[in-house]
């Protein structure tokens, strides 16, 4: 793992080492030191390929999301509160289900989707919260946790959660203890009025944290978030978990990875 003063960072393969196609990234995390990745999508490959690259590498798999549309599509981030939805909804997590365990993947994240037109919030919500629910137990056994994450109004108008106390929410709600929180950093600073805070309100209930840099959603120091009290509060809460880089290099990603010391001492 990239390791620095007890914090431990994964490499997201969709946004870093995007100079190269993305079955050389694995070997390009590692000779940047990570020994973690974490990537949304896995299903252009057969398990078995990925399961091999990551061998090679020397590498952890600890996130896949399940399936979502095409980019563009209503579809784009989750089917869950789709009405009339619910068959490919079952069938994403079942196949991302599958993936996660082939890949010894720790989570498999449920994107909750974008409110259609004509669909009211609360039925959105509703389906939402029963789909969780219905993923919850098909994963009960498998030894996957699932995450819920609240995105950002600006980058994803209609969202169907509003902010981490509404995802947070939806975990109590479900009432299983795999079914946990997916922290991002970079959307609670858009969303939340101070994103120390509110880390340090909800850090309990996650599981797994990301981060990038607001504005721009570059890498830690290229913006306004201010990384030293976010560092400082996750060590003093003794956080252990994974920190996915989930952002787009300013200037390419091995230039770009010095934040790691400069910020997080």
Not at 143 to 155: F, I
Request: glycine share 8%.
């Amino acid at each position: 793992m990239i390791l620095h003063n007890g914090l431990r960072f994964a490499a997201n393969l969709k946004w870093l080492f995007t100079e190269l196609p993305f079955e050389q990234r694995f070997d390009a995390a590692a000779a940047a030191g990570f020994t973690a990745v974490e990537y949304a999508s896995p299903y252009s490959f057969p398990a078995t390929t990925l399961v091999r690259r990551l061998a090679d590498a020397g590498l952890t798999q600890v996130l896949i999301n399940s399936p979502t549309g095409e980019p563009g599509s209503p579809e784009r981030l989750g089917y869950a509160c789709l009405p009339g939805r619910t068959a490919e909804f079952r069938a994403g997590v079942r196949l991302g289900l599958e993936y996660a365990v082939s890949l010894n993947s720790s989570f498999l994240h449920l994107p909750a989707g974008i409110r259609p037109a004509g669909v009211s919030r609360d039925r959105a919500f509703a389906h939402y919260v029963a789909n969780v629910a219905w993923a919850a137990d098909q994963a009960r056994d498998s030894g996957v946790r699932l995450l819920l994450e609240a995105q950002n109004k600006q980058d994803a108008p209609g969202f169907v959660l509003d902010d981490q106390a509404h995802a947070a929410a939806v975990c109590d709600a479900v009432g299983e203890p795999h079914v946990r929180l997916l922290f991002d950093v970079y959307h609670a600073s858009i969303d939340e009025k101070d994103v120390v805070t509110a880390l340090r309100e909800f850090l309990p209930k996650a599981a797994h944290l990301q981060l990038a840099d607001s504005p721009g959603r570059a890498e830690p120091g290229t913006g306004g978030i201010p990384w030293t009290d976010v560092f400082d509060t996750l060590r003093s809460a003794g956080y252990d978990g994974w920190i996915g880089c989930e952002y787009r290099p300013a200037t390419g990603t091995e230039a770009g990875l010095s934040w790691i010391k400069e910020h997080s001492r």
